[in-house]
């Protein structure tokens, strides 16, 4: 081998000798050793042991990538817990004098920190307007409440994840920050939980209770049960004022829903008619129509419903003849989805233009049931293309048969009860019958009378409570109903004026529709628990002119009764009132709360202060729910919008897209992914619902597919790292546990970096103050400062944008990437070299100290906890937590940005791995192999220059040189372009035994041709793009290219001289 001048070799650039000689770094992807000693031996060949099986795994999964996504992440191993054992009482600060456990452990790290944060009133504006960095600005949100029966699922812990994300964000960098936090009554969830544990538990229905006795035992349960979801939410790190805690039927909201009540009815926007309106047989209750989930069905479709004996069919048209009075053999055939209601028929319809019943116009038609005469109507609302073109017209029970029906001045019939059962109307003989057995009875005698026509498959969509899971029936009811065409219009001018923004921007679209189509809000609903209507009936007193019922609204019964008065023209204690028995629908509550939660409609200094608020964050399914209604009762009643900007998140699914739903066994308990689950828990859940058998053993089946050793523990800030890493810019979400465990491993990343900082720095460390004036003295300190800088800046572009994926990657990169698998470990020779230079410990405090300021908001318990144990700044006023700590401004960090230097850097990168490549190719496993750079551009030899030492040290190599432009390759060296102008050298001679290795190298040649002629021959499966199968043959050529080359290197060793034996060194 030819001898290279020791010039070609540098000296290293910080005065150290070559890295050949010094001992190998250790990547920090595995537990560091504790503040410095050494791991024994035993944990060196357990981590080695791990890494050997993870590789096995990997490899394994590559085979088997045609299975299905359940299969492909289900072995894990527990971690060791490690306590929070120190005694220390709730409120108190946490104890972190001692050292820091050798991992990453989600429960010693959340101990203790969330309740000495609110005890130390951090989350109340009243403190943060006392800090240092205050900005004299303020930024108010409200958490959407939760209902009060249930506990979070995964979709509320991404609204909390992104809320206290941006919450902390502006509590940091110094606005007045208030998060209200509240639960909603829920009234029909609520109530219908409390009548199951009353016959559950005494055998007592709600009816054999008083009004009174009933919501005493409902507000019984809520103080048992409601703190559920409180503790979800504490557990969540959720960084909201307990202080200002609302819920939706105390005190102030009552008040707040009686007065916006009595308000919108003297504004002329709220009346009491007689009208149809959605009901719910099994609640016994009105529901709205956004509480209407419309089912598409196929056509057939057998269907359980609450309260019936036997399923019942739909997606079927009957058709039903209808016979002509006074011509025998004529007849009218009629299709009908809905034979049940054929009692209540007052008419048939046929389209003015059909020319099929141009002869019977002015007939009428015999009943097929009763024989009654009904009259054949022309209306051009119907389709004359639809089945035989002729409809029946039951008013009572069809929102567009009640339209045709007061156009002609018919007289609706009601023949479906409240409870679902057929009324007196009905006759004897269907009388009390469930509305679905009658259905059966009523085709039975059709038959009978020979006046069934057929039965046909018919698609169809079908409305369902999304309450009880019944079907929706049309019932005339009297209610109150809100008007909403006035206020929706202004809800879709804020919008399209920019005033109100949504974002993403495409629900506008949705918005915009949605308002141009409103109908009036029904209000009312047959419940106890929830607010009762503020409305009263004065008794055998009539509304003037028309004989209806005279009501009277009131914030009290005095007040109502002075109104009557009023209106009757006799003295108010002569007068009876009856107040009217239902409630208001619990969206009438929920759209009150940006600013009932605030006080409204007292002139309260939180109201002054925080009204309208600054931000709405909720889930895109409560656009219109929630949303739309907070638009219109806020502007109406306010006179202001009750916030500027909405930011809506996507729905959660499952990794196979599946939307989240107890009968399929994929709901995700947050708690059950922060403490972990064993399966036996998971089922014993499951269990515990409310799923009938059939569904029940769907349920644990696809649960025990999906988790078969149950979930792992991953903390509470890997889950909130893992919600907010999804940007809402995009479709659903899609979550797997996989996903979060894969973020706990990038906690314990972050924890290890700072074991090794905290044992670098020392106790005797004392960080330079201000940090921004740090000048770095080297270009490694240079390159980390600057990716520092930039970090910052993402974050603070991503959080302006409110896309918090943008922060989560630039946290990532910078904490995973730039500062532990290069900076920390191009250092580490330096740290251990004597004396240390001062440079590197100070760039690496300022690094752990803006990078967990950086990285609070996402992950506040080990941002904290890592925080606390920093060394303070001399000099400079203390800041008692990382919560309130000054979040770092990208500008003034800018100085410290170097995109040259960066780029410069990137190249050397490339280099490093190359060199990684090529000592892997060679299976250099121990040895320092010397390597040279050559470049033909002068220029570029000066790039890698300043960098030689670091690039050595990262590359596992020796000593690093120059190779001059023109100088000839040195032979039997390994060579590796780096571009077209670039190339790097690694010396093989006495490295390597090129014969041993040639053997194992044909081997793999062989393999890797296997695959490619297999590729070539095969047909590509459906669906797989031609550009795939391209790019695993350039993959596959390339890597047979690369072996050839490190074959024809090994012949020229062995042409050159005699093998070594194949000793390393």
Same mark, same amino acid.
């Given at each position: 081998?030819?001898?290279?001048?020791?010039?070609?070799?540098?000296?290293?650039?910080?005065?150290?000798?070559?890295?050949?000689?010094?001992?190998?770094?250790?990547?920090?992807?595995?537990?560091?050793?504790?503040?410095?000693?050494?791991?024994?031996?035993?944990?060196?060949?357990?981590?080695?042991?791990?890494?050997?099986?993870?590789?096995?795994?990997?490899?394994?999964?590559?085979?088997?990538?045609?299975?299905?996504?359940?299969?492909?992440?289900?072995?894990?191993?527990?971690?060791?817990?490690?306590?929070?054992?120190?005694?220390?009482?709730?409120?108190?600060?946490?104890?972190?004098?001692?050292?820091?456990?050798?991992?990453?452990?989600?429960?010693?790290?959340?101990?203790?920190?969330?309740?000495?944060?609110?005890?130390?009133?951090?989350?109340?504006?009243?403190?943060?307007?006392?800090?240092?960095?205050?900005?004299?600005?303020?930024?108010?949100?409200?958490?959407?409440?939760?209902?009060?029966?249930?506990?979070?699922?995964?979709?509320?812990?991404?609204?909390?994840?992104?809320?206290?994300?941006?919450? &902390?964000?502006?509590?940091?960098?110094?606005?007045?920050?208030?998060?209200?936090?509240?639960?909603?009554?829920?009234?029909?969830?609520?109530?219908?939980?409390? +009548?199951?544990?009353?016959?559950?538990?005494?055998?007592?229905?709600?009816?054999?209770?008083?009004?009174?006795?009933?919501?005493?035992?409902?507000?019984?349960?809520?103080?048992?049960?409601?703190?559920?979801?409180?503790?979800?939410?504490?557990?969540?790190?959720?960084?909201?004022?307990?202080?200002?805690?609302?819920?939706?039927?105390?005190?102030?909201?009552?008040?707040?829903?009686?007065?916006?009540?009595?308000?919108?009815?003297?504004?002329?926007?709220?009346?009491?008619?007689?009208?149809?309106?959605?009901?719910?047989?099994?609640?016994?209750?009105? @529901?709205?129509?956004?509480?209407?989930?419309?089912?598409?069905?196929?056509?057939?479709?057998?269907?359980?419903?609450?309260?019936?004996?036997?399923?019942?069919?739909?997606?079927?048209?009957?058709?039903?003849?209808?016979?002509?009075?006074?011509?025998?053999?004529?007849?009218?055939?009629?299709?009908?989805?809905?034979?049940?209601?054929?009692?209540?028929?007052?008419?048939?319809?046929?389209? !003015?233009?059909?020319?099929?019943? $141009?002869?019977?116009?002015?007939?009428?038609?015999?009943?097929?049931?009763?024989?009654?005469?009904?009259?054949?109507?022309?209306?051009?609302?119907?389709?004359?293309?639809?089945?035989?073109?002729?409809?029946?017209? $039951?008013?009572?029970?069809?929102?567009?048969?009640?339209?045709?029906?007061?156009?002609?001045?018919?007289?609706?019939?009601?023949?479906?009860?409240?409870?679902?059962?057929?009324?007196?109307?009905?006759?004897?003989?269907?009388?009390?019958?469930?509305?679905?057995?009658?259905? +059966?009875?009523?085709?039975?005698?059709?038959?009978?009378?020979?006046?069934?026509?057929?039965?046909?498959?018919? !698609?169809?969509?079908?409305? @369902?409570?999304?309450?009880?899971?019944?079907?929706?029936?049309?019932?005339?009811?009297?209610?109150?109903?809100?008007?909403?065409?006035?206020?929706?219009?202004?809800?879709?001018?804020?919008?399209?004026?920019?005033?109100?923004?949504?974002?993403?921007?495409?629900?506008?679209?949705?918005?915009?529709?949605?308002?141009?189509?409103?109908?009036?809000?029904?209000?009312?609903?047959?419940?106890?628990?929830?607010?009762?209507? !503020?409305?009263?009936?004065?008794?055998?007193?009539?509304?003037?002119?028309?004989?209806?019922?005279?009501?009277?609204?009131?914030?009290?019964?005095?007040?109502?009764?002075?109104?009557?008065?009023?209106?009757?023209?006799?003295?108010?204690?002569?007068?009876?009132?009856?107040?009217?028995?239902?409630?208001?629908?619990?969206?009438?509550?929920?759209?009150?709360?940006?600013?009932?939660?605030?006080?409204?409609?007292?002139?309260?200094?939180?109201?002054?202060?925080?009204?309208?608020?600054?931000?709405?964050?909720?889930?895109?399914?409560?656009?219109?729910?929630?949303?739309?209604?907070?638009?219109?009762?806020?502007?109406?009643?306010?006179?202001?919008?009750?916030?500027?900007?909405?930011?809506?998140? !996507?729905?959660?699914?499952?990794?196979?897209?599946?939307?989240?739903?107890?009968?399929?066994?994929?709901?995700?308990?947050?708690?059950?992914?922060?403490?972990?689950?064993?399966?036996?828990?998971?089922?014993?859940?499951? &269990?515990?619902?409310?799923?009938?058998?059939?569904?029940?053993?769907?349920?644990?089946?696809?649960?025990?597919?999906?988790?078969?050793?149950?979930?792992?523990?991953?903390?509470?800030?890997?889950?909130?790292?893992?919600?907010?890493?999804?940007?809402?810019?995009?479709?659903?979400?899609?979550?797997?546990?996989?996903?979060?465990?894969?973020?706990?491993?990038?906690?314990?990343? @972050?924890?290890?970096?700072?074991?090794?900082?905290?044992?670098?720095?020392?106790?005797?460390?004392?960080?330079?103050?201000?940090?921004?004036?740090?000048?770095?003295?080297?270009?490694?300190?240079?390159?980390?400062?600057? &990716?520092?800088?930039?970090?910052?800046?993402?974050?603070?572009?991503?959080?302006?944008?409110?896309?918090?994926?943008?922060?989560?990657?630039?946290?990532?990169?910078?904490?995973?990437?730039?500062?532990?698998?290069?900076?920390?470990?191009?250092?580490?020779?330096?740290?251990?070299?004597?004396?240390? #230079?001062?440079?590197? #410990?100070?760039?690496?405090?300022?690094?752990?100290?803006?990078?967990?300021?950086?990285?609070?908001?996402?992950?506040?318990?080990?941002?904290?906890?890592?925080?606390?144990?920093?060394?303070?700044?001399?000099?400079?006023?203390?800041?008692?937590?990382?919560?309130?700590?000054?979040?770092?401004?990208?500008?003034?960090?800018?100085?410290?940005?170097?995109?040259?230097?960066?780029?410069?850097?990137?190249?050397?990168?490339?280099?490093?791995?190359?060199? &990684?490549?090529?000592?892997?190719?060679?299976?250099?496993?121990?040895?320092?192999?010397?390597?040279?750079?050559?470049?033909?551009?002068?220029?570029?030899?000066?790039?890698?220059?300043?960098?030689?030492?670091?690039?050595?040290?990262?590359?596992?190599?020796?000593?690093?040189?120059?190779?001059?432009?023109?100088?000839?390759?040195?032979?039997?060296?390994?060579?590796?372009?780096?571009?077209?102008?670039?190339?790097?050298?690694?010396?093989?001679?006495?490295?390597?035994?090129?014969?041993?290795?040639?053997?194992?190298?044909?081997?793999?040649?062989?393999?890797?041709?296997?695959?490619?002629?297999?590729?070539?021959?095969?047909?590509?499966?459906?669906?797989?793009?031609?550009?795939? $199968?391209? /790019?695993?043959?350039?993959?596959?050529?390339?890597?047979?290219?690369?072996?050839?080359?490190?074959?024809?290197?090994?012949? /020229?060793?062995?042409?050159?001289?005699?093998?070594?034996?194949?000793?390393?060194?």
């Amino acid at each position: 081998m030819r001898h290279l001048p020791l010039a070609f070799f540098r000296p290293p650039l910080w005065g150290l000798r070559p890295s050949r000689g010094l001992p190998r770094s250790r990547p920090l992807s595995t537990q560091s050793e504790p503040h410095g000693f050494p791991i024994s031996r035993k944990n060196r060949e357990a981590k080695q042991k791990r890494l050997r099986e993870k590789q096995a795994a990997l490899e394994a999964g590559i085979a088997g990538k045609s299975k299905s996504p359940a299969e492909s992440n289900k072995t894990w191993s527990p971690k060791e817990v490690v306590l929070y054992e120190i005694p220390t009482k709730p409120g108190e600060k946490k104890d972190v004098s001692g050292c820091l456990p050798p991992a990453y452990s989600p429960q010693y790290v959340e101990a203790a920190w969330y309740q000495w944060w609110v005890q130390e009133g951090f989350f109340k504006p009243e403190y943060q307007a006392q800090l240092p960095q205050a900005t004299g600005e303020t930024f108010s949100m409200c958490i959407p409440p939760p209902n009060v029966t249930g506990s979070l699922h995964i979709g509320h812990a991404l609204t909390v994840a992104i809320q206290d994300a941006l919450v &902390r964000w502006h509590r940091m960098r110094g606005d007045q920050v208030l998060w209200v936090p509240g639960s909603d009554h829920a009234g029909i969830a609520t109530q219908a939980v409390v +009548e199951k544990q009353l016959w559950k538990e005494r055998g007592v229905r709600r009816h054999e209770l008083s009004r009174e006795d009933f919501l005493r035992e409902v507000w019984q349960w809520k103080e048992a049960k409601g703190g559920e979801i409180c503790e979800q939410l504490r557990a969540l790190g959720a960084s909201l004022d307990w202080d200002r805690e609302c819920f939706t039927m105390d005190a102030g909201s009552s008040t707040a829903v009686t007065e916006a009540f009595v308000r919108l009815y003297e504004a002329g926007l709220l009346y009491r008619n007689r009208q149809l309106v959605n009901w719910s047989c099994a609640l016994r209750s009105a @529901i709205s129509d956004i509480e209407v989930e419309s089912r598409p069905l196929p056509g057939r479709t057998e269907l359980r419903l609450p309260g019936c004996p036997t399923p019942v069919s739909f997606g079927l048209l009957v058709s039903v003849a209808f016979p002509v009075d006074g011509e025998p053999d004529a007849e009218v055939v009629v299709g009908t989805t809905r034979p049940e209601t054929l009692p209540g028929d007052v008419a048939v319809a046929v389209h !003015p233009d059909d020319s099929r019943y $141009t002869h019977l116009r002015g007939r009428q038609l015999r009943h097929p049931l009763t024989g009654q005469l009904l009259p054949l109507i022309t209306d051009s609302a119907v389709q004359p293309h639809v089945g035989t073109g002729a409809v029946k017209v $039951t008013p009572a029970h069809s929102p567009a048969d009640a339209e045709m029906g007061a156009r002609h001045g018919l007289s609706p019939r009601n023949v479906i009860a409240e409870d679902g059962t057929m009324t007196s109307l009905c006759g004897d003989w269907l009388q009390g019958l469930h509305r679905f057995v009658a259905r +059966e009875k009523i085709m039975s005698a059709l038959r009978e009378r020979g006046l069934f026509r057929g039965l046909q498959n018919h !698609p169809m969509v079908l409305p @369902i409570c999304s309450r009880s899971g019944d079907v929706v029936e049309y019932l005339l009811k009297s209610q109150w109903s809100v008007r909403c065409r006035e206020m929706g219009q202004r809800a879709a001018e804020a919008v399209e004026s920019g005033a109100l923004e949504l974002s993403p921007s495409f629900h506008q679209k949705n918005w915009q529709h949605w308002f141009s189509h409103i109908g009036d809000w029904c209000v009312s609903r047959q419940l106890w628990w929830g607010h009762r209507i !503020p409305a009263y009936l004065v008794v055998e007193e009539h509304a003037e002119g028309d004989g209806e019922d005279c009501w009277v609204v009131g914030r009290s019964e005095a007040e109502a009764r002075e109104v009557a008065a009023e209106l009757t023209g006799r003295p108010g204690a002569e007068l009876v009132l009856e107040r009217d028995p239902d409630v208001l629908d619990t969206w009438f509550s929920s759209a009150l709360f940006p600013f009932s939660a605030l006080g409204w409609p007292r002139e309260t200094p939180d109201l002054a202060c925080f009204y309208p608020l600054s931000l709405l964050e909720t889930g895109s399914d409560l656009l219109l729910f929630w949303v739309g209604r907070m638009v219109m009762l806020g502007t109406q009643l306010t006179g202001q919008l009750p916030f500027s900007k909405v930011l809506l998140h !996507p729905m959660v699914r499952d990794r196979q897209g599946r939307k989240m739903s107890k009968s399929l066994g994929n709901v995700l308990d947050p708690r059950d992914i922060i403490r972990g689950a064993g399966l036996q828990v998971l089922q014993e859940k499951l &269990r515990g619902g409310n799923l009938d058998p059939a569904e029940l053993a769907i349920a644990a089946d696809a649960q025990k597919k999906d988790f078969p050793h149950g979930i792992p523990e991953c903390g509470t800030d890997a889950l909130r790292f893992t919600l907010c890493s999804h940007g809402v810019l995009g479709g659903d979400l899609h979550l797997s546990v996989s996903e979060v465990q894969s973020c706990r491993h990038f906690c314990n990343k @972050i924890w290890n970096a700072l074991r090794f900082i905290l044992s670098v720095l020392g106790e005797r460390f004392e960080p330079l103050p201000p940090a921004e004036e740090l000048s770095p003295s080297s270009p490694m300190d240079t390159w980390i400062l600057s &990716r520092l800088a930039l970090a910052a800046r993402e974050c603070e572009r991503g959080f302006l944008a409110r896309e918090l994926s943008l922060v989560t990657h630039a946290l990532h990169h910078f904490w995973r990437h730039d500062l532990c698998d290069v900076y920390l470990e191009a250092v580490k020779p330096l740290l251990w070299h004597s004396p240390r #230079p001062p440079g590197p #410990p100070q760039v690496l405090f300022l690094c752990a100290d803006l990078g967990l300021r950086l990285l609070a908001p996402l992950m506040p318990f080990l941002a904290e906890e890592l925080w606390q144990r920093l060394p303070p700044r001399p000099g400079c006023p203390s800041t008692p937590s990382v919560s309130v700590a000054p979040y770092p401004r990208a500008r003034s960090l800018e100085h410290w940005r170097q995109p040259e230097l960066e780029r410069r850097f990137s190249q050397v990168q490339e280099a490093v791995r190359a060199l &990684r490549a090529l000592r892997a190719m060679y299976q250099l496993t121990k040895a320092r192999p010397r390597v040279l750079l050559q470049s033909s551009e002068p220029g570029e030899q000066d790039l890698f220059e300043a960098f030689l030492e670091p690039l050595g040290t990262l590359s596992h190599c020796g000593a690093v040189g120059l190779l001059p432009p023109g100088a000839a390759a040195p032979s039997g060296w390994a060579q590796s372009p780096l571009s077209d102008t670039v190339q790097v050298y690694m010396e093989l001679q006495g490295l390597v035994e090129p014969q041993t290795l040639l053997s194992l190298l044909a081997t793999r040649r062989h393999k890797l041709q296997k695959q490619l002629d297999g590729l070539v021959a095969r047909t590509p499966p459906e669906g797989e793009a031609e550009t795939q $199968t391209q /790019q695993k043959l350039y993959s596959l050529q390339s890597e047979l290219s690369k072996l050839d080359g490190a074959a024809s290197h090994l012949r /020229q060793l062995m042409d050159e001289s005699p093998a070594p034996g194949g000793s390393e060194r």
